[in-house]
């Protein structure tokens, strides 16, 4: 059945005319809100992706600072174990806790510290203290390790320097780590291990036989071909 609308046909074209316009002017409308939207939305995401470029360039300057910093008082800590060889042990000592004053963690500062304390003051006391800290931040680190070694045997502790001496040896193949057993051994007159231990470290490092040459703790073994042999 159809439905017939009042009024005359002029009328009725009207009103259809009428709606047709408000149909377009709502799809219009739509249309632009709809890009609006679109619009806002997009630059929403540029914002939100310029904002996250931003941080991470910010995080990567943070860290590239922070890298460079950590490097200065690496070299800082190394200059002061230069001091410590050069028997500058207040100087040493001095650079050593100003590293530690602006790093508290570096484990570098804390090994130079100890060993200068121990031959500063020739007792294992607080410089030992510092060279436990330093393989507490870093239980793989070897210098530390030899330096205990050192201190013990400095001290005359020679069991326990060459138990440190070892344990560098597990991580390193250090020379001084081997030359150190040896010089104990010939202390002691040992001629087999102070061979074994004075061979390994020629084999790293040739140039200690011009050590060994000057080096009192051997003159108990030095008389035996077999050391002497060594040095040629």
């Known amino acids: 059945m159809r439905i017939k609308l009042p009024g005359s046909r002029k009328v009725k074209s009207t009103v259809l005319a009428v709606c047709a316009v408000v149909a377009i002017v709502i799809i219009i409308t739509a ?17 939100q992706q310029k904002q996250e470029k931003e941080d991470q360039e910010k995080i990567k300057i943070e860290i590239e600072e922070k890298k460079k910093k950590q490097q200065q008082l690496d070299q800082k800590a190394g200059q002061a174990d230069a001091l410590f060889y050069a028997r500058k042990y207040d100087d040493a000592i001095k650079l050593a806790e100003e590293v530690i004053k602006e ?6 500062a804390y090994n130079v ?13 607080e410089g030992m203290k510092d060279l436990d800290r330093s393989l507490q931040l870093k239980s793989d680190y070897g210098y530390a390790m030899f330096n205990k070694g050192l201190a013990y045997e400095l001290l005359g502790y020679y069991d326990e320097a060459i138990e440190w001496y070892n344990k560098n040896l597990k991580v ?12 104990i051994y010939g202390r ?14 020629i ?4 140039k200690v036989k011009e050590t060994a040459k000057d080096e009192h703790d051997f003159d108990p073994v030095r008389g035996d071909e077999r050391f002497s042999r060594l040095l040629k």
């Open 113 to 125: 510290l100890g060993i200068t304390k121990i031959f500063k003051s020739r007792t294992l006391d």
């Open 172 to 183: 390193e193949k250090y020379v001084w780590s081997y030359y150190g057993i040896a010089s």
């Open 203 to 206: 084999e790293v490092d040739p």
């Open 188 to 201: 002691r007159g040992d001629i087999e291990n102070t061979v074994k231990y004075f061979k390994k470290a």
């Open 31 to 47: 249309g632009i809100n709809n890009k609006k939207e679109k619009q806002i939305m997009q630059a929403k995401i540029e914002q």
């Open 103 to 108: 790093d508290p963690d570096n484990y570098i």
